[in-house]
């Protein structure tokens, strides 16, 4: 255990201090931050925190991403899968998207996606937090986004909270961002939309809400919920207690 609380406080200190998030070194505007956000705006906060941290570790994604590929690995779930994952070099929350592979995969696969998440997130966190709750706040305006069988949805301090319903279990959201949120105000910037991914499963109440939801992945202790996103600030803070 020690071990892996030292591993996981290495994250405070290997982010990048700065990268610039567009060519011309000019920081995302409020557009296109929601743009990239959007698909993953109404994540549980437990996934959300491990995606936006990870997405600053872009070749370690494609990296861990093709070893789960792998067929050996690919098999490997509980603590088999913790075991080996415990001497590859990546960053503790990339490791933490492994238990998901079609969350690791949607960001591998679409590169330039994850490098405009992974730049913004770098240049600015708060404005990033600051963002996601916006779009969350739409999203419970609209009717869309609401407390279900798989997630949990509620008030705290003034920002929305999204949980698993289940904490064994994460459900990961897939939806249309041009639906959930309502009219977009940002014609030049239009969100990002991820097709399903393989094993997308839809009911009734969830066309009503605008929200399927993936298959179920159970989750892996070691490699879940070790962190918080402060919403106040927009800083990520690891849970060592």
Known sequence: MGHLVAALLLIL????????ARADDAPPNIGEIDAVVAPVALYPDALLTPLLMAATYPDEVAEADGWLGEAGNAKLRGD????????RPWAPSVKALMP??????????RPAWMKQLGQAEIAGPARVAA????????????????????LTVRAENGFIAIATADPAMVYVPVYNPALVYGAWPYADFPPVFIEPPPGFEVSGADI??????????????????WAHLDWATGAIAVDTV
Do not use: Y
Request: glycine share 10%; aromatic share 8%; proline share 9%.
């Open 131 to 150: 963002e996601i709750q916006h779009l969350r706040r739409l999203a419970v305006t609209t009717g869309k986004l609401k407390s279900g069988p798989r």
């Open 13 to 20: 200190f290997a982010m990048p201090a700065t990268t610039p």
């Open 100 to 109: 998901f592979p079609v969350t690791l995969d949607m960001l591998a696969s």
């Open 208 to 225: 009503e809400t605008g929200i399927g939801f993936s298959v179920g992945f159970g989750v892996l202790a070691p490699l879940w919920n």
């Open 80 to 87: 088999a899968l913790a075991v080996a994952l415990e001497p």
